[in-house]
């Protein structure tokens, strides 16, 4: 299991806190079964680490964030570590010039999404696409209009991607586009999405935080204070036509989502 956030220590389970202390620069990771941290992977990341994705073949972990070094080495936001070594990649080295709020990845393609204007020099608002074998940017390019892309899922088959935040339209469309949009993982066109007709979450005091699949469906997280939004639980839509399945309301923000075999947990 890797773990990301802002941090500068982690301890065993039941040890009590500032005791049996272990340095860990913002990321980690340990064993499922035993909780054991694995000392081999001990980067050193200078900044939060907001998201991390796997590739689906297990090679890659892509971390991104705000941190601007790893290891001493400048990393840009974005961190590619080769697996299993768990070593710093030196041959894809991504850089993104703004904050970095969310990763999804295939085996070819990593996507990100944040509130930068700019990949490897390369005019990029929101989100984008770089290619994993030569590092380069990929012709991927929604229109996120404004806000921020906080969350990134995408299909199997990895031909669509679902984006998800605060922004208020894409392609200056806001139905799909109003917090959250599917688009064609190789174009960026915008695909059809009728969850977004019920499911409405976006601008300075509303947003879908998170996203998620688990092959079939997509899972969201909202939350909204006061006006802009609609949703404060969370929700479950169809990858194959972008229909909603249902909706758990809650009364309060929430946060995340994981789906896990016949559950979600939220």
Known sequence: VYVGGQFSNARPAGAAPGTNLVPRSNILAYNLTTGELINSFNPVVNNRVSDMAVSPDGTKLYAVGTFTQVNGETRNRIAVFDLPSGQLSTTLIPNINGVTQSVAATNSTVYVGGYFSAVNGTSRAR?????????????FRPLVDNGQVQSLTVNPEGTKLVLSGRFTSVGSVSEPGYGMAMVDAVSGT??????NSQVRNAGPSAGILSVTSDGTNIYGTGWHYGAGGNIEGS???????GGLVWIEDCHGDTYDIAAAGSLVYS
């Not at 989100?127 to 012709?139: D, F, Q, S």
Request: charged share 10%; glycine share 0%; hydrophobic share 60%.
């Open 190 to 195: 915008s695909l059809p999405f009728p969850a």
């Open 127 to 139: 989100i984008a696409a770089v290619n994993v074998a030569n590092n380069r940017v990929l012709p």
């Open 235 to 241: 929700f479950a839509a169809r990858w194959s036509d």
